[in-house]
């Protein structure tokens, strides 16, 4: 052995500087030491607060959700702007779900609250587009610590079932930009089914075509339905799965219809915030129909256990520099490991059919 | 197998820095990417598919070398205890690099996510959908990936004792390899003759 001489030590002392080092560098990496940096799980436990409580094996967002399957068929219009497989002409299947806002699965539909829609579209040579939209053309916040704080200042109060405004107040002197989205969802029409929703794209993507030009678009899908609205006054008289039940038992009459609208950015539009909508003339092509002509509770469908991150994307399609988008994809994926890890629980819908059955 | 020579192959020496780097880069970026929501994230996860699969190709080309060209005798001095403590922990560290790619692959795939490795490539899941599945290996992916952290500091901190404390040739066999060997009359002479047996200069 060698004797603990001058140089020993000093090389016992490198080899510790070494370790320290490195294992400081890994913790700083993961977050573990310096300054505090917002994860996945600060979102979910953000929605959770909102929620009341955990929903254990349920999204932590739009909990409450139906899924539907049907095929989009493409005109080849959209060709022009992505040279995504599924613009060419052709019918592409697609899986997904309908859901509303908020993190409560059996909460009821008379909630003034967003429709949305997401689904899988996937090409015959493996190319696969996982959409999420609201049926609001914009985003209440812009960035993930915003989205925090509206959770936090937007939780019910027990007593009132509306948001504090002692903590309200506040929020909304801080985030100004909020103000779009309530204005909207004030004058909004409550869609009365989630079949004649426009569902929006909410964020900016950036699309490449054939040329290798790229364009910001947001797209919508507008439904051949005529839009009719909920009576906001009476929200709470409606049956606790009212939206549900009725997409059900439209569906099994007949498909419902959207057409895709690929809405090209103008100079000067706000391309990496949600919060700012896209006013005046703009570019639209008309990229094709989607067509649902199923619907299933998530017991017995295939999108209870799919995560439709916005940002998994075909080649011909990619995310724009809006951060939100990044702050989605990790928070959809933090909840979806915390429901896999705590087990698939029943649906509202999926309790309906069972009470259904029974009788 | 042991190795005629004093030194590893120069072939794996190569693959061995490299995966060095990539390792450590694949390390750090995995732990950072999950910890922010930023638009990091998505930089990182764009950079973590096609590097754990660059590492999982990388050692299947680096264990049939690792096999094929042997290993050099450990110093003989080595206490038993610690050589197999030397065999074991290689033998971890090369089962880790097989599986944390394929646990990752396999995450994706018992996930329902496409595996895209770039965006204009995707590869095959390699387990059917299964959320159950899907959870058992996202939580095996990290603590593997930690283990695996501290295995390579573990490594690296008995690499650099052989090589500044007990200077017995570990660490150049893996590195810059030995000289050839002066001839124990001349050991400081800098351009002694090669020793063609590669043996120790007796002492």
Same mark, same amino acid.
């Given at each position: 052995? $060698? ?21 400081g560098g890994f913790a700083w990496a993961a977050g573990w030491i310096g300054p505090g940096r917002i ?18 094996? /349920? ?15 493409? =005109? ?12 060419k002409t052709g019918s592409y299947p697609v899986i997904g779900r309908f859901s509303l806002a908020g ?32 049926? *609001? @053309?914009?985003? $209440? ?18 007593k009132t079932g509306k948001p504090d405004p002692a903590v309200m107040k506040p929020f909304l002197e ?16 409550? $869609? ?7 569902? /929006? ?12 030009? *790229? ?26 799965? /009212? ?37 005046? @003339? ?17 017991? *017995? ?17 990619? $995310?724009? =520099? ?9 928070? /959809? ?27 | ?18 995966? !060095? ?9 995995? %732990? ?24 999982? !190709?990388? !050692? ?8 094929? &060209? ?25 089962? &880790? ?17 496409? %595996?895209?490795? &770039? ?30 952290? !501290? ?45 063609? &047996? ?6």
């Amino acid at each position: 052995m $060698p004797s603990l001489n001058r140089a020993t030590a000093g090389a016992y002392a490198l080899i510790g500087a070494v370790m320290l080092l490195l294992a400081g560098g890994f913790a700083w990496a993961a977050g573990w030491i310096g300054p505090g940096r917002i994860n996945g799980g600060d979102v979910t436990a953000a929605l959770e607060y909102n929620t009341g409580k955990k929903q254990p094996g /349920y999204r932590r967002a739009h909990a409450k959700g139906l899924c539907f399957s049907g095929s989009f068929m493409a =005109d080849g219009a959209g060709s022009a702007l992505s040279v995504a497989s599924v613009f060419k002409t052709g019918s592409y299947p697609v899986i997904g779900r309908f859901s509303l806002a908020g993190g409560n699965p059996l909460a009821g539909d008379g909630r003034n609250v967003f429709h949305s829609m997401a689904f899988v579209l996937r090409a015959p040579d493996g190319q696969e587009w996982r959409l999420a939209m609201d049926h *609001t @053309p914009i985003f $209440p916040v812009a960035d993930v610590a915003s989205f925090i704080a509206l959770q936090r200042a937007t939780k019910p109060d027990p007593k009132t079932g509306k948001p504090d405004p002692a903590v309200m107040k506040p929020f909304l002197e801080a985030h100004p930009e909020v103000k779009a989205f309530q204005a909207f969802m004030m004058q909004a029409v409550l $869609p009365n089914s989630f079949a004649n929703a426009t569902y /929006y794209s909410i964020n900016a993507f950036r699309f490449t075509d054939a040329g290798g030009t *790229t364009h910001l678009v947001r797209w919508q899908f507008e439904p051949e339905a005529p839009l009719a609205g909920l009576d906001k006054k009476r929200l709470d008289q409606l049956p606790r799965d /009212y939206l549900f039940q009725e997409m059900i038992a439209r569906t099994a009459k007949a498909p419902s219809r959207w057409h895709l609208k690929l809405v090209v950015a103008n100079p000067g539009d706000v391309t990496d915030k949600a919060t700012v909508a896209w006013t005046g @003339p703009h570019r639209m092509i008309d990229a094709g129909t989607l067509a649902i002509d199923a619907v299933q509770s998530e017991e *017995t469908g295939a999108c209870r256990d799919l995560n439709f991150d916005p940002t998994i994307l075909p080649p011909g399609i990619a $995310p724009s =520099d809006d951060q939100l988008l990044a702050g989605r994809s990790k928070a /959809y994926s933090s909840s979806f490991t915390r429901r896999a890890q705590e087990g698939p629980h029943p649906s509202a819908v999926g309790q309906d059919l069972a009470r259904e059955n029974a009788r | 197998m042991s190795r005629q020579s004093q030194d590893f192959h120069p072939a794996l020496r190569a693959i061995h820095w490299l995966m !060095v780097a990539m390792v450590f880069t694949m390390l750090f970026i995995g %732990v950072g990417m999950v910890s922010t929501v930023g638009p990091a994230y998505l930089t990182l996860l764009g950079l973590h598919r096609p590097l754990g699969i660059a590492i999982l !190709v990388l !050692v299947l080309i680096r264990l049939p070398l690792r096999l094929a &060209t042997g290993a050099p005798a450990l110093p003989e001095d080595l206490p038993l205890l610690e050589k197999r403590i030397v065999w074991a922990s290689h033998l971890l560290l090369y089962l &880790t690099l097989f599986a944390l790619p394929l646990i990752g692959w396999g995450m994706l795939s018992a996930g329902g996510y496409p %595996v895209r490795v &770039t965006h204009d490539f995707t590869l095959p899941p390699i387990l059917p959908h299964d959320l159950g599945i899907y959870a058992f290996l996202r939580t095996a992916h990290t603590i593997v990936a930690v283990l695996f952290f !501290v295995l390579i500091l573990a490594h690296l901190a008995a690499a650099l004792m052989h090589g500044l404390i007990r200077r017995d040739g570990v660490l150049r066999s893996m590195t810059i390899g030995h000289r050839p060997v002066a001839t124990p009359e001349e050991p400081e002479a800098p351009d002694g003759p090669a020793d063609e &047996t590669g043996e120790e200069p007796a002492s």
